[in-house]
Antibody
Framework: EVQLVESGGGLVQPGGSLRLSCAASGFTFTNYAMTWVRQAPGKGLEWVSAISGGGGSTYYADSVKGRFTISRDNSKNTLYLQMNSLRAEDTAVYYC???????????????WGQGTLVTVSS | EIVLTQSPATLSLSPGERATLSCRASQSVSSYLAWYQQKPGQAPRLLIYDASNRATGIPARFSGSGSGTDFTLTISSLEPEDFAVYYCQQHSNWPPYTFGQGTKLEIK
């Protein structure tokens, strides 16, 4: 059974940093691209970032480019999202998701974690 | 950036009725379009990928069609558990892999 468990969310002040983790199990982690998607309170889904199975290709939404860094440790079956220079508009539930293929392009996300809430406020 | 526009914003129907949800892309995404269902307090669930392929475990009453810029999600006969918010997402060759704004399917 595929399982994705996010952690690391919480309350952080504007300008602060946070690192999210996503522990994966039930599939061969290195064979699949992974994605972060966020959802602000009461709003729709926003694609944030994605990384290929080997970790060599990374992609970002313009809204987070230069502030967020996606990475993965395939030896630990774990996905990360390092978030720096956080803003109030980054407040959201952050979901990690497994993609259907090893490359980022052309594939949907078939399994999702339950999400972790990040609140940016003073 | 490819913009996806979903219509209607809200759809009010009764159990047993047929639901038709639309997603229009600002430029062609070929067949690289997915549909997700999200219930309150839950993560999204993949229903359809590559425009018309049902994901694992998805009932046959859900079907997807379309290519290029116009796509449709059809639920043939609504069950009580189908009332939720539905999102389309394009996953063509270049990010960002944008989502539509969602269609809320509510009980009439």
């Amino acid at each position: 059974e595929v399982q994705l468990v996010e952690s690391g969310g919480g309350l952080v002040q504007p300008g602060g940093s946070l690192r999210l983790s996503c522990a994966a199990s039930g599939f061969t982690f290195t064979n699949y691209a992974m994605t972060w998607v966020r959802q602000a309170p009461g709003k729709g889904l926003e694609w944030v970032s994605a990384i290929s199975g080997g970790g060599g290709s990374t992609y970002y939404a313009d809204s987070v480019k230069g502030r967020f860094t996606i990475s993965r440790d395939n030896s630990k079956n774990t996905l990360y999202l390092q978030m720096n220079s956080l803003r109030a508009e980054d407040t959201a539930v952050y979901y990690c998701a497994k993609d259907r293929g090893i490359a980022v392009a052309f594939v949907a996300s078939d399994y999702w974690g339950q999400g972790t809430l990040v609140t940016v406020s003073s | 950036e490819i913009v996806l526009t979903q219509s209607p914003a809200t759809l009010s129907l009764s159990p047993g009725e047929r639901a038709t949800l639309s997603c229009r892309a600002s430029q062609s995404v070929s067949s690289y379009l997915a549909w997700y269902q999200q219930k309150p307090g839950q993560a999204p669930r993949l229903l359809i990928y590559d425009a018309s392929n049902r994901a694992t475990g998805i009932p046959a009453r859900f079907s997807g069609s379309g290519s290029g810029t116009d796509f449709t999600l059809t639920i043939s006969s609504l069950e009580p558990e189908d009332f939720a918010v539905y999102y389309c997402q394009q996953h063509s060759n270049w990010p960002p892999y944008t989502f539509g704004q969602g269609t809320k399917l509510e009980i009439k």
